[in-house]
């Protein structure tokens, strides 16, 4: 290529497309190269819920949420748990600087680009019950008007006008090799032209090679994504003491392409890789009935009035119950022998309760469509709900609980399950609800979740007793764990440059989004808080964007 640029960004992700905005923004040429093809451009962020990280929101405000800044901190790095000299000196810096981004100029940055976000405010990550320990103090998870794929056209928008007026110049099928090293600085990358595809949009696509290809600019920017799609990777970085055996099998969140070998790639160039073992998965997944990547897992975005029994039917230890504490659950169950778990519920609590991940799960947020968003609030799940009801490989619907157990043996892959066993379980819970008060720590999540005015209306089911006729059929899940992110990666200065080994800045060379730990090698520390990793990508991505625009020659 002769191609005359001055920024480089490898990856068309979010992170990379914010970059390139800020960059357009101030009249500098970028190329941005992409190893899948088109549809692809906006990468892991499209298929999102499009959740933000929020604090103090007027949102919040309405609903009688008090937030600040202050309680925010004291959430995340309670949560994030800093606890290296080295690796987390950055991290730590990220941390302090991300979450006054959020309770600052966050909202005001996206809604000048056109983003909004709904009136109600969900309550992610609730944390593992102490004040001063993981997870949301109150509700900050905004989601976007538009979901994932409107945060990717606030910004995909500009950079596509950028391309009109000759700034950006977009290289699909062109997968990075190498990084070239002049003199101590980045100068350029070169790698392999890919054969052109037309899969759509997620699909794994061939890696047979059509050329090489050499471009060379003032910097590169490496905002390629983790490692999700890369099972090896994963087992190899993962932290058996933290969370127990890694397991043998996994679902997976994220695309094929998502494969961390940029990781590498930088890593010998000369960037650093701190907290290769932080990492993020889910513990609620679900196969996909209508999958578009190998081994496509949809996450349950659950409630917290399901049952949560392990592969042999014994109830999950507290404080491990549905949507509290994600990795602390997931290290409960690997640390048990098996790799899936069970959830009891009713039609009433799928109903109410269930919220599937991803853009496409979600038509009425991800199509602005007033009309379908208001079927929520009937009587009746979701339509994708139903359909993973209807259609899904792990759900099991019976009219009893025996009929259930039954159900749940004809497709369980672990032991066979003891009717009586799990009706004890049950049996248990459903005596806890005789009285006003109670000493089951669920019980009392569920009513504390339903003193707050949204979930009481559109989040929480009113507590009843899973064996009620009433509130049936009864309900099985079986829960798949789901690969999804990566918490630690490159290290980077608040510029979003990277850092060698020796904690000198690499010239020319910074990376943003995942790739980088979302800032810094490792913002979120080992817990994140949800609402936090598209927030990530566009915090990091601004930074290294403005960065480059302030110091470029």
């Known amino acids: 290529m002769a191609e005359q640029v001055d920024v480089i960004v490898v990856g068309g992700g979010l992170a990379g497309l914010v970059a390139a905005h800020e960059l357009v923004k101030a009249g500098r040429r970028v190329a941005i190269l992409e190893q899948e093809n088109e549809q692809n451009l906006g990468g892991q962020a499209f298929w999102s819920l499009g959740g933000l990280f929020l604090v103090d929101t007027p949102e919040q405000r309405r609903l009688g949420i ?20 080295r690796e987390d000196h950055w991290p730590r810096q990220w941390a302090e600087a991300y979450v006054n981004f959020a309770a600052g100029e966050k909202r005001a940055y996206l809604n000048a680009l056109g983003l909004k976000v709904m009136a109600t405010v969900g309550w992610a990550e609730r944390g593992a019950g102490a004040a001063g320990g993981h997870g949301n103090s109150v509700p900050r998870f905004h989601i976007t008007w538009g979901t994932g794929p409107e945060v990717v056209r606030v910004f995909r928008e500009p950079v596509l006008e950028g391309a009109a007026r000759g700034l950006v110049s977009f290289h699909y099928r062109h997968q990075v090799d190498d990084i070239i090293v002049e003199n101590g600085a980045a100068v350029g ?65 994220v695309p094929a392409h998502v494969d961390g070998r940029m990781l590498g790639i930088t890593e010998g160039a000369g960037g650093n890789i701190v907290n290769r073992d932080r990492m993020w998965h889910y513990t609620e997944g679900i196969k996909n009935w209508d999958p578009i990547w190998p081994n496509h897992a949809i996450r349950i975005i659950p409630g917290p009035s399901s049952l949560w029994l392990d592969a042999t039917g014994k109830r ?61 609030v009937k009587k009746g799940a979701t339509g994708p709900v139903e359909a993973f009801k209807s259609h899904g490989v792990d759900f099991v619907v019976r009219d009893n609980l025996r009929d259930l157990v039954a159900g749940m043996n004809e497709i369980t892959t672990g032991p066979t399950l003891d009717f009586e066993q799990i009706e004890a379980e049950v049996v248990a819970r459903d005596r806890q609800l005789e009285n006003k008060y109670t ?115």
């Open 66 to 85: 008090k937030d600040s800044v202050e309680l925010a901190r004291q959430d995340w790095f309670s949560s994030a748990g800093f606890d290296r000299d």
């Open 189 to 253: 990358v070169r790698g392999t032209v890919l054969a052109a595809s037309t899969q759509r949009r997620g699909a794994e696509s061939t890696r047979e090679a059509a050329g090489e290809f050499e471009l060379r600019a003032q910097a590169v920017v490496v905002t390629a994504g983790g490692i999700g799609g890369n099972f090896e990777l994963i087992k190899k970085n993962w932290p058996t003491e933290r969370l127990g055996p890694a397991p043998a099998h996994m679902i997976s969140g």
């Open 316 to 376: 999950l230890p507290v404080p491990n119950f549905p949507g509290f504490d994600s990795l602390g659950t997931l290290g409960t169950i690997t640390r048990g022998g098996h790799d899936f778990t069970w959830f009891i519920l009713t039609q009433a609590i799928i109903e109410k309760e269930f919220a599937l991940s991803g853009s496409e799960q979600n038509p009425d947020f991800t199509g602005k469509d007033v009309k379908l968003l208001l079927q929520r």
């Open 439 to 553: 000493k089951d720590l669920q019980i009392m999540a569920i009513r504390n979740a339903r003193n707050y005015l949204s979930d009481k209306i559109i989040r929480v089911a009113k507590p009843h007793r899973l064996q009620d006729p009433k509130y049936g059929p009864m309900i099985a899940v079986r829960l798949h764990l789901v690969t999804r992110k990566t918490l630690g990666g490159l290290e980077t200065n608040l510029d979003s440059q990277v850092i060698r080994a020796d904690g000198s800045a690499f010239n020319g060379l910074y990376a943003a989004g995942e790739i980088a730990g979302f800032g810094g090698g490792g913002v979120h520390g080992y817990n994140a808080l949800e609402g936090t990793f598209l927030g990530g990508c566009i915090f990091s991505g601004r930074a290294a964007g403005r960065a480059l625009a302030r110091d470029l020659s």
